[in-house]
């Protein structure tokens, strides 16, 4: 029982604060301060359109806080 307690507390202490944000597949290539080429990759949350950037790829989904 105490095993199963402390995993609830840990599962619930580790997702307290993290949302998923999904790719609206929007993205482009820009060019930062610093002269590199990366993605910029719009995100909906509820409703809420944000854009991140990333070296690689635009990831389908991200954590948000």
Do not use: H, N
């Not at 199963?4 to 619930?12: E, N, P, Q, T, V």
């Amino acid at each position: 029982m105490k095993a199963l307690l402390a995993s609830l507390a840990i599962f619930a202490a580790s997702s307290a604060f993290a949302a998923t944000a999904i790719w609206t597949g929007r993205s482009e290539q820009v060019q930062t301060v610093t002269y590199k080429w990366v993605w910029r990759c719009e995100y909906d949350y509820l409703g809420q359109k944000f854009w991140r950037l990333f070296e690689s790829f635009c990831p389908a989904t991200i954590e948000v806080q």
